[in-house]
């Protein structure tokens, strides 16, 4: 632990890292409350696994076209965008058909983004990290894509708290309002999209839904209205994956499964002592 605070004053690969993790909480705290208001988390994995398509094909064209300005977070901006809109235009259309729809988004945008990996020529270790997470990798144009796009999400995510807020917690409500239901569920559902892209490359696709829930699950327990929620689970998103950096560091860990069992942690102690709590009020 103590390498770390010395490295990191000298290393910019671990200040980079530091970075991206703060940045993305922000937007995970934000975007993380609404999603697990609305208890939409099944869909928002359904976007974390469709990710792959866009990363494998943005890399394939990198290589076989010489694309060098087509980043793999751009394949991945697009993929998530779209298996959003796909996903959220049939929940409105035809909601018999929500179940099968996300479910074969999260097969077919895995298979295709394996698929791209095959096939495209040369070292492809960089691509597969975003499984896992790599946030280790993270360089100067990473962050600052992560940073726009953080920017973009609370900026949005804010100015439509109330629209939102409605839509999240009753629809007909929101309807009787003049609330166009139809319009913020998409554009939640695009929130909840660009946040996936700017988590995996902090935990990785196969680690996003637990970063995105648990500090939410865990501030929940503490906070009384959505933006209280909202803040105290961005400051706990902030101390789990910066203890996770600084704890899989030493050890020469993954640090985004070390963030997650911090989290994971968190959650379990959390609930256990206020259970108690609760018992010994009653």
């Given amino acids: 632990m103590a390498d770390f605070f010395v490295d990191i004053q000298r290393q910019s690969f671990l200040q980079y890292a530091l970075l991206t993790g703060i940045l993305a909480s922000i937007a995970c705290g934000v975007i993380g409350s609404y999603v697990v208001t609305r208890r939409i988390t099944y869909i928002a994995g359904a976007i974390a696994h469709s990710v792959l398509a866009g990363l494998g094909a943005a890399r394939y064209c990198q290589v076989m076209f010489n694309w060098g300005w087509f980043h793999p977070l751009y394949g991945a901006v697009i993929a998530a ?4 809109l796909i996903i959220g235009l049939v929940s409105i259309h035809a909601r ?9 988004v999260w097969a077919i ?3 295709i983004g394996i698929l791209f990996i095959y096939k495209t020529p040369g070292y492809n270790e960089n691509l597969m990290s975003y499984l896992f997470g790599n946030i280790l990798m993270v360089s100067t144009d990473d962050l600052w894509l992560i940073a726009g796009l953080d920017g973009l999400i609370v900026v949005i995510g804010v100015l439509f708290y109330n629209q939102l807020l409605a839509v999240c917690f009753d629809e007909e409500f929101a309807r009787l309002r003049g609330i166009s239901v139809e319009f913020y569920y998409l554009l ?5 999209a660009l946040t996936v892209v700017l988590l995996v490359s902090v935990v990785g696709i196969v680690l996003v839904i637990a970063l995105m829930t648990l500090p939410v699950a865990v501030a929940g327990v503490f906070a009384k209205r959505l933006w209280q929620m909202m803040v105290l689970s961005a400051l706990l998103t ?8 600084v704890l899989s560091y030493g050890p020469d860990l993954p640090a985004g499964a070390t963030t997650i069992v911090v989290a994971g942690m968190a959650y379990i102690l959390t609930l256990s002592v206020s259970r108690l709590v609760a018992r010994g009020r009653s």
């Fill in 109 to 111: 945008g895995m298979a």
């Fill in 96 to 104: 018999e058909r929500e179940d099968t729809v996300i479910g074969a």
């Fill in 238 to 245: 902030v101390v789990f994956t910066t203890a996770g950096l």
């Fill in 81 to 84: 965008l779209l298996s959003a």
């Fill in 188 to 192: 939640l559902l695009c929130l909840t």
